[in-house]
């Protein structure tokens, strides 16, 4: 089944370290975004990329890094100079130029 | 103050009763979008308008252009429907602006 598929569903991680979230598509979606969602706060766009090896900062970066090196798989990094770090991650894709974008599951992050 | 705005913040509604969810937007759009959210997080597209009304099956959404209104109606609730719903615009430039959402429960 084609689809967007984000792990691990929850994630721990300790204050100051480095962790990765993964997203993968196979729906040959050329666009892909990372969102954050806080309580009571709407979606906010940390980094979108239109198309391979090329990638533009959402309006909250800072804190985060990506890549794209394959069409498929853009995964997010959380640094430690996050400040604010747990959040529920979304991660999405589209047919460029589309309207539409498809929603992965989500992973749920806890910084203790 | 937010691009988009939506209320109620919280609804409780009992089984067969008709919803309302209101979304007013203040960016220009090419096109909005009614998402729901499922416990646990995941999102599903419901509607995207850019004018009119469109139906699926008890849901039915409404855009009106020139007062920058869109409403999400949901007829004979019922308690599968608790989630959240997310109004969201894509504004020119294809930036999403994102509402905070509505937490519907509807109680059997």
């Known amino acids: 089944d084609g689809g967007i598929t984000q792990s691990p569903k929850y994630l721990f991680r300790k204050e100051g370290q480095n962790v990765t979230l993964s997203c993968e598509q196979n729906?040959?979606?050329?666009?892909m975004y990372w969102y954050r969602q806080d309580p009571g706060q709407g979606l906010r766009l940390i980094y979108y990329?239109?198309?391979?090896?090329?990638?533009q900062k959402g309006d909250i970066a800072e804190g985060y890094s990506v890549s794209r090196e394959k069409k498929e798989s853009f995964p997010l990094t959380v640094t430690s100079a996050q400040k604010n770090p747990t959040a529920f991650y979304l991660c999405?894709?589209?047919?460029?130029?589309?309207?539409?974008?498809?929603f992965g599951p989500g992973t749920r992050l806890l910084v203790l | 103050k937010n691009e988009v705005e939506q209320s109620p913040q919280n609804l409780t509604a009992q089984e067969g009763e008709f919803i309302t969810i209101n979304c007013s937007y203040s960016?220009?759009?090419?096109?909005l979008h009614w998402l729901q959210q499922h416990p646990g997080g995941g999102i599903v597209s419901l509607f995207m308008?850019?004018?009119g009304k469109k139906k699926h099956g008890r849901l039915i959404a409404t855009i009106n252009i020139q007062e920058k209104h869109s409403s999400l109606h949901i007829t004979a609730s019922h308690p599968r429907d608790s989630a959240v719903y997310i109004c969201?615009?894509?504004?020119?430039?294809?930036?999403?602006?994102f509402g905070t959402g509505t937490s519907l429960t509807v109680i059997p």
């Open positions: 990329s239109q198309i391979v090896n090329d990638f």
């Open positions: 999405a894709s589209s047919i460029s130029g589309s309207e539409t974008q498809y």
């Open positions: 729906l040959n979606h050329d666009a």
């Open positions: 969201a615009a894509l504004a020119r430039g294809n930036q999403f602006y």
């Open positions: 960016v220009g759009i090419s096109a």
């Open positions: 308008l850019s004018s």
